[in-house]
């Protein structure tokens, strides 16, 4: 029995797809809910698994090659538990009545002279027999023969595949200098259209300040171990940032809320979302109620929200919404960014690396590990009294932490 592989459905706002990797070639054998192939949408990477165990027989769509819902992408041949299997090698071992009629048999890449099992397998292959030489008892063909065959076809078929992605990048030579061209993901081009669209369709502008990392830092370290032995995960910064914005955002909603055409949209809830660097691209996974989480929960969502983007295992769910964003550029290094809105939100906040500085503390030079803090904003909503006010208000609420917990 032959099973399509099809498309899975794609959201609403998805139009198309784009086939990103096939783990699985012609002639490979699969087992039921093994994935055969990713599908990457413009949002997410969706999986496509098998429905039965089976053998690939038929890739219709490459690598790159743009796809709706419920395309056919390609063809499964179910089998049943056993059929290819060490049953199928005793099957293939000659009857006393095979082996009577070998001994008059001159072509023994005649089909009907096969065992049924690797009659069946022929036929599942798409196989002639005489396009198989046996190498079993009296030129028998056997289950090896026919692996063989359907190897060096799916290798042919992968060399077609690489040939088309070849011609697909370009390399220019010159001497020993070069250049090459591919072409771009399809996240990667809708990364791209939400930047310019950011760029382009509000009055942004970004205020800055820093903050004095010791009394978090001292925190930590006074309770990293115990925090991480009692809820098993590690006490991060961002638990820190999220529960300061919270605050923040209860205190100038004009920065929790979105334009809407002519309306203003202001927001009773705080989903955040958190900018996730992936392999395939920037992420924002959302986490959502933050002002009801602990920071033990908010650290064990950020960290399975992270693996799942390191994975591509996101789904449109967990990347649709958020109010306002966090961007960590300090993780790579970053002392000083301008991050860009997330549209339809209103603002961003970018936190950067922690850095010790020369700094002055009642009169007196010392050395602390400051912080700076960028906050970007649509100046059509947000006034730059909102905005300072906001941050000043991040700021404070970091330096002082036990505010956090008391609210104040």
Not at 324 to 332: A, C, D, E, L, S
Request: glycine share 6%.
């Amino acid at each position: 029995m032959t099973i399509e592989i099809l498309v899975p459905d794609l959201p609403e706002s998805v139009a198309d797809a784009t086939v990103a990797t096939w783990h699985k070639k012609v002639g490979d054998s699969v087992k039921r809910d093994e994935v055969i192939v990713e599908i990457e949408t413009d949002k997410v990477v969706l999986e496509v698994p098998a429905t039965s165990d089976g053998v690939i027989t038929e890739i219709q769509q490459d690598t790159g090659a743009t796809v709706i819902s419920k395309q056919v992408l390609g063809v499964l041949s179910a089998v049943q538990a056993g059929d290819v299997s060490s049953a199928t090698l005793a099957q293939n071992e000659p009857t006393p009545a095979d082996r009577k009629s070998s001994a008059v048999e001159n072509d023994h890449s005649d089909a009907d002279s096969q065992g049924p099992a690797v009659r069946r397998l022929l036929a599942e292959h798409g196989l002639d027999a005489s396009e198989v030489k046996g190498t079993g008892v009296g030129g028998r063909i056997t289950r090896e023969d026919i692996e063989a065959v359907v190897a060096k076809r799916a290798k042919a078929n992968m060399a077609k595949v690489a040939e088309k992605a070849e011609n697909t990048i370009s390399t220019v030579a010159y001497s020993a200098r070069s250049e090459k061209r591919v072409p771009m993901t399809r996240l990667r081009k809708r990364i791209a259209e939400r930047l310019l669209e950011a760029k382009n369709t509000t009055a942004m502008l970004t205020t800055f300040n820093e903050v004095d990392m010791q009394p978090i830092m001292s925190l930590r370290k006074q309770y990293g171990d115990k925090f991480e032995k009692q809820h098993g995960v590690r006490l991060g910064f961002m638990s820190f940032y999220i529960k300061a914005v919270v605050e923040a955002l209860k205190r100038y909603p004009e920065v929790n809320a979105s334009i809407d055409g002519d309306d203003v949209v202001y927001h009773n809830y705080f989903d955040v979302s958190i900018a996730v660097s992936t392999p395939r691209g920037l992420v924002t996974p959302v986490l959502r109620d933050c002002d009801k989480l602990s920071m033990a929960e908010i650290e064990k969502q950020i960290k399975a929200l992270a693996e799942k983007g390191r994975d591509g295992k996101l789904t449109v769910e967990d990347l649709t919404g958020g109010n306002f964003t966090i961007t960590n550029g300090g993780v790579f290094g970053s002392l000083m960014s301008t991050p860009i809105i997330n549209p339809p939100q209103s603002a961003i906040l970018g936190m950067h690396a922690i850095k010790d500085r020369p700094v002055a503390v009642d009169g007196q030079v010392v050395i602390r590990p400051m912080m700076y803090l960028a906050l970007s904003y649509d100046h059509r909503l947000i006034d730059g009294r909102e905005s300072v006010g906001f941050l000043v208000a991040i700021k404070d609420l970091l330096e002082d932490p036990t505010r956090l917990l008391l609210e104040i």
